[in-house]
């Protein structure tokens, strides 16, 4: 499946195909590109469809966002790191996580 390291680009692949044809994404469609994007640690993938995500309302859930936030942390991206907290404390969603 999608989910291996080396599918990321498939994983992407299949969205933008959905896409074409006219389908739409759901939550579980975007969280196994988001997770191959994160084990093949393409963090900039994995924060581009929290973007597209949000465009196309798909609500991003625990595994969604703890994926982002580990793929930022384990490419020492403390800045965009740092700016997704953000965004999760200003909608509430800072709670899904331990931060401490």
């Known amino acids: 499946a999608c989910g291996n390291c080396f599918q ?3 994983a992407l692949h299949l969205l933008s195909q959905m896409q074409t ?3 739409q994404p759901d939550l579980f469609t975007y969280n196994a590109a988001v997770l191959a994007c ?3 640690k393409r963090w900039q993938h994995v924060l581009c ?3 597209a995500m949000r465009y196309h309302t798909v609500q991003a859930d625990y595994i969604t966002l703890e994926a ?3 793929s930022c942390e384990c490419a020492q991206q403390e800045r965009q790191t ?3 907290l953000l965004v ?3 909608e ?3 709670k899904l996580r331990d931060f401490a």
Request: charged content about 10%; hydrophobic content about 50%.
């Open 21 to 23: 044809e006219g389908l």
């Open 88 to 90: 999760l404390q200003g």
């Open 49 to 51: 469809q929290l973007v």
């Open 38 to 40: 994160r084990r093949a």
């Open 92 to 94: 509430g969603l800072a």
């Open 82 to 84: 740092q700016q997704l």
């Open 68 to 70: 982002a936030l580990t």
């Open 8 to 10: 990321w680009i498939s």
